[in-house]
């Protein structure tokens, strides 16, 4: 049933956040520490034990992947979301401070991007053409 | 009549979200295809009106939620808020490929100190050029500059003034549209085709909002990678910030 997967997603979501708000107070941070990213991390884990053992019918799958689908569309609601009014009265400072932030980021980007071999971008190409026909 | 339907919209806040954020994205693939015959993501496209939403929003309302401050688009709020947010990112995990991940799990790790020190060293820079010459304030817009959830949580940890803090916030969120708006058209000079190159961009990018955004205009599939490793950017912002930067900002400038 559809609603498993969204139900596992939904687990994953709150054990992930627990933990991330666990280590947050763990290390002393007054925040949570990645908790999102040990919740996808969880997903992949469950997604292939699942797929292991045969527990993972297509509805199953439809259940989490609708909300991925989704995302897009909540990104656009959280764009539409942001102050953007005193972003552009911070002015100078912030302005400058963001793009030299980014601009410096965007070197280190490149930079090591380009250090990734030629085999390895190939591969990683099959790979993610392969992870467009599982959709 | 008009004022009934405006009630039902209104009593329905979710569902009116939907219905909005359904008819920007028809206007964003259509604005794609023929305005830009495809060169320009309709989602990148949908995002930057969804900015101009905001920023209208902002203005009518005086407000600090864009257009979720206007009552008919306050389900825009929900819709577009944290929890949503977080989950959607969450679901994109499902398509990820375990191999690729672990492949660049090291340069993430790598990606992810050099993108907390290096902003915060321009943010700080920035604040000490416009004068801001006190250890607190350049830390504050410094960390502002790493994202805009770093920013106001190191400047309270520390003690800032809400003005230094709404400064840090505006650095913050600046930051993340540019990452949004630039992401797709830089895309080729970062070198972004791969999922090592997206935990790359993750890491350095490290603002959540902007990395997906900016990934999901890009090339979608590579969304979860560099949300992955964005995800503890914040993490570890907010602990280095109040600690280890601003101890070095003090000794430095103190």
Same mark, same amino acid.
């Given at each position: ?42 997903? !992949?884990?469950?997604? /292939? ?11 199953? #799958? ?9 995302? !897009? ?22 302005? /400058? ?11 280190? !980007? ?5 250090? #990734?071999?030629? #085999? ?9 053409? #392969? ?5 | 009549?008009?004022? *009934? ?9 979710? +569902?009116?979200? &939907? ?9 964003? %693939? ?6 830009? &015959?495809?060169?320009?993501?309709? %989602? ?28 008919? &688009? ?8 944290? *929890?949503?947010?977080?989950?959607? +990112? ?16 090291? +340069? ?52 800032? %003034? ?15 549209? +540019?990452? *949004?708006? *630039? ?28 990395? %997906? ?42």
């Amino acid at each position: 049933m559809i609603i498993y997967g969204t139900a596992l997603l939904a687990a994953c979501h709150l054990i992930g956040v627990y933990l991330g708000d666990l280590l947050g107070v763990a290390i002393g941070a007054k925040a949570n520490v990645g908790g999102v990213g040990i919740a996808m991390l969880l997903l !992949i884990f469950a997604r /292939l034990y699942m797929r292991k053992k045969n527990l993972m019918p297509k509805a199953t #799958e439809a259940g989490a992947a609708y909300w991925g689908a989704m995302y !897009i569309p909540v990104v656009v609601a959280m764009a539409a979301q942001q102050n953007v009014v005193a972003a552009l009265k911070g002015g100078p400072v912030a302005l /400058l401070g963001a793009l030299g932030a980014f601009a410096a980021c965007a070197c280190f !980007i490149s930079l090591i991007n380009r250090m #990734e071999s030629p #085999e390895s971008i190939a591969a990683a190409r099959k790979l993610l053409a #392969e992870q467009t026909q599982d959709r | 009549m008009l004022h *009934m339907l405006e009630n039902v919209a209104l009593q329905n806040s979710l +569902i009116t979200a &939907f219905a909005a954020v359904g008819i920007i994205m028809i206007l964003s %693939s259509q604005l794609s295809r023929r305005l830009t &015959f495809g060169r320009v993501h309709g %989602s990148a496209i949908a995002i930057l009106i969804g900015l101009g939403l905001a920023y209208w929003g902002g203005a009518q309302t005086g407000g600090k939620m864009g257009l979720a401050d206007i009552k008919l &688009f306050s389900g825009i709020g929900l819709m577009g808020g944290a *929890m949503l947010r977080d989950f959607a +990112i969450v679901a994109t995990a499902f398509e990820v490929r375990a191999e690729e991940a672990k492949k660049a799990g090291l +340069i993430g790790v790598v990606a992810l100190f050099i993108g907390t020190v290096v902003p915060f060293i321009v943010g700080a820079g920035v604040a000490y050029a416009f004068g801001y010459r006190d250890p607190i304030a350049m830390t504050t817009i410094g960390a502002g500059a790493v994202t805009y959830i770093v920013g106001p949580v190191t400047g309270a940890a520390i003690g800032a %003034s809400s003005d230094l803090m709404a400064l840090s916030i505006a650095t913050g969120v600046v930051k993340a549209i +540019i990452v *949004m708006v *630039m992401t797709p058209v830089a895309a080729r000079f970062l070198r972004l085709e791969t999922p090592r190159s997206a935990m790359v961009f993750g890491g350095l990018a490290g603002t959540v909002s902007g990395v %997906s955004a900016g990934l999901a205009a890009t090339d979608r599939r590579l969304v979860p990678y560099g949300a992955l490793v964005a995800t503890f950017h914040t993490g570890l912002g907010c602990l280095m910030g109040p600690s280890v930067l601003f101890l070095a900002t003090k000794y430095f400038f103190g």
